[in-house]
């Protein structure tokens, strides 16, 4: 995840929060809810830079890569189940 956001970062000129490190827990329903967890605000933080966004195109982008990162979370819910 955190290559993707830096990759994205970089291609959008842009801070996307990916170089914190990140220990995942050992334990595999912790991780989930971890994975859950970051998924759910890297959405929250591409509807943020769709709002700043300065032109139409980078928005639009910038809302797709949101709602790929939104459809992760329920996929990872079910993974929980």
Do not use: F, Q
């Not at 329903?29 to 967890?37: E, F, G, K």
């Amino acid at each position: 995840m955190r290559r993707t956001r830096t990759s994205t970062r970089d291609a959008l000129g842009g801070s996307t929060n990916a170089t914190a490190e990140v220990r995942a827990p050992a334990d595999i329903t912790a991780a989930l809810a971890a994975l859950v967890s970051a998924e759910h605000a890297a959405s929250r933080d591409r509807i943020r830079a769709c709002v700043d966004s300065p032109d139409p195109e980078t928005a639009r982008l910038l809302a797709l890569i949101g709602a790929s990162e939104a459809a992760h979370v329920p996929a990872l819910r079910d993974l929980r189940a």
